[in-house]
């Protein structure tokens, strides 16, 4: 309870190895109107002349910028990036009871994106920046890419959705299969609750009660290494950056926006609706992901047109490499930049 009452709600300054401010740097929380909501966002770079990179978090409904600062080691992003983690719509410190549950739409999600993007253009004096999608961020992403082009240096996927319906089957099928392998009762007990078959699936019980805490126990959800639901609500408890009524509002969030987005997202194929970009298109994927299918994510990427593309595949990694191998994460992220580098 005492680190869930340390919730300050701003966040600390960097500091290098040595336990100092870096001189020039950003560490700050923003609050902004956007399209009719006050939607706030953290943002952080060692060097404000760095490209700025728009993080696009997951759920939908669930920010991780603080289990990623929870996580995180000397090499960050933060170093060769000016870092925007924004809350979107009905999400985290965003998230506010009064919002029109008829506003929670994809399409008023990519306005809102644009105008976080133009934002942060006008800031930090770049007409371009670089955008990041992890899970469903990265269908948000494809989205904004698509009708927003202009904005976008390239566009970077971790754990790249394509097409959810058919890659919530195939993480079923494999859970149950392993499940009967190892003779776990307790999974094998829930699963079969649920047919992967019938129209409705996943619902939402499944996904919220079942699914997420099996692929976690298997090392095929948000971490290969193995993560608990507790690990992630401890980093939310330490995290300096929410007040605690905005931490209360995460797991608020987390529903609402569940409730109203992730059925879009299920009855959207990509291979259908989205193929053609005009923005260089990386996916980043983890090899043991299930939450997000990686056999998916490849043959998407294969299956897309772009001026550049490159499928990127992590060994150790599950659901979040940026998270699990962090320092090869970076390494890419400097070639994507250098490849595709801000126009003078």
């Known amino acids: 309870m005492a680190a869930f009452l340390n919730s300050p709600g701003r966040l600390t300054p960097l500091k290098d190895t040595q336990g100092n401010i870096i001189p020039g740097s950003v560490s700050e929380k923003v609050w902004i109107d956007i399209n009719g909501i006050k939607q706030g966002m953290f943002i952080r770079g060692e060097d404000i002349q760095n490209p ?29 990036f ?16 009064s919002t029109d549950p008829t506003t929670m739409t994809v399409d008023q999600l990519v306005e809102d994106t644009r105008e976080v993007t133009e934002y942060l253009k006008s800031r930090f004096g770049q007409n371009k920046i670089y955008l990041l999608g992890h899970s469903w961020g990265s269908y948000l992403g494809v989205k904004t ?53 019938a129209d409705d699936f996943p619902q939402l019980d499944y996904l919220v009660k079942g699914r997420t805490a099996i692929l976690n126990k298997y090392g095929i959800g948000h971490l290969h290494q193995g993560v ?3 690990d992630i609500l401890k980093s939310l408890f330490v995290f300096k ?37 005009e923005v260089p298109f990386y996916i980043t994927q983890g090899a043991h992901d299930y939450m997000v299918s990686q056999v998916l994510a490849e043959k998407y990427a294969e299956a897309c047109e772009a001026p550049k593309k490159e499928f990127i595949l992590f060994e150790d990694s599950a659901h979040s490499p940026n998270m699990e191998e962090p320092e090869k994460f970076i390494e890419v992220m400097r070639r994507i930049a250098l490849e595709n580098p801000l126009e003078e």
């Open 241 to 277: 950056g929410y007040t605690v009524t905005e931490k209360i509002n995460w797991f608020l969030g987390a529903d609402f926006s569940m409730i109203h987005l992730f059925p879009d997202l299920l009855e959207d194929d990509l291979f259908l609706s989205s193929v053609k970009f």
């Open 145 to 197: 890419i698509e009708k927003y082009p202009e904005n976008y240096l390239a566009y970077i996927g971790i754990g790249q959705v394509s097409n959810q319906k058919e890659s919530e089957r195939l993480a079923y099928q494999y859970i149950l299969s392993r499940a009967k392998q190892m003779n776990d009762k307790d999974v094998i007990e829930k699963l079969e609750k649920y047919d992967p078959d």
């Open 228 to 230: 608990t639901s507790w």
């Open 82 to 97: 000016t870092v925007c983690y924004w809350d979107q719509r009905g999400a985290g410190m965003t998230y506010d009871k």
């Open 52 to 80: 700025v990179l728009l993080y696009l978090h997951g759920g939908p409904g669930t920010p991780l910028f603080q289990f990623i600062s929870y996580l995180e080691k000397e090499e960050r992003l933060e170093r060769y």
